[in-house]
């Protein structure tokens, strides 16, 4: 070899030298970068998950709230129910207990225009006083009923 192509190849071999040292100091960074990387993603994860944590008790703590919620509303529900419930039945005892009272008193009227009806030939109608009729009075009582009392011009 001559020195002009030692020199070129001594210069080759230093350029690849220099070469190598720049693509081994480069993979050198390369990974370190991805370490870092790492390294940061693994703290973010950390944080994520600590932050869907708190995200999960927060879910928990509104879901068991909204659950009390519930249950109150449908135990509010079942007792609005019953006093409706109540009132209804009330209402219908009361219905019922009205048309009981109005039959009641249908009968005791028709019984009482049956009486007075039934009566009729005497000179006062009362469900209370029954007077003799007077066809069933004999002379004689009527005598000794009209010598008990005085007459009204006497004194």
């Known amino acids: 070899m001559n020195g002009k192509s030692k020199c070129y190849f ?6 690849f030298v220099k070469f190598l040292h720049g693509f ?24 994520r998950i600590s932050n869907l944590c708190g995200e999960v ?9 909204l659950q009390k919620r519930y249950g109150d509303l449908l135990q509010e529900q079942e007792r609005v129910q019953n006093l409706i419930d109540a009132y209804l ?22 019984a009482m225009i049956k009486l007075c009806d039934g009566e009729r030939t005497t000179p006062h109608c009362a469900a209370s006083v029954t007077l003799p009729s007077l066809s069933r009075l004999s002379l004689r009582d009527i005598q000794s009923q009209q010598s008990s009392t005085p007459p009204s011009g006497a004194t």
């Open 10 to 15: 001594c210069t080759a071999v230093t350029v």
């Open 24 to 47: 081994a100091a480069a993979e050198i960074k390369i990974t370190e970068c991805f370490q870092a990387l790492q390294k940061q993603e693994l703290l973010a994860a950390t944080h």
């Open 57 to 65: 008790r927060k879910l928990k703590d509104l879901e068991r709230i």
């Open 89 to 110: 039945q009330a209402k219908i005892q009361e219905e019922i207990s009205a048309k009981n009272c109005a039959c009641e008193m249908a009968e005791a009227e028709a």
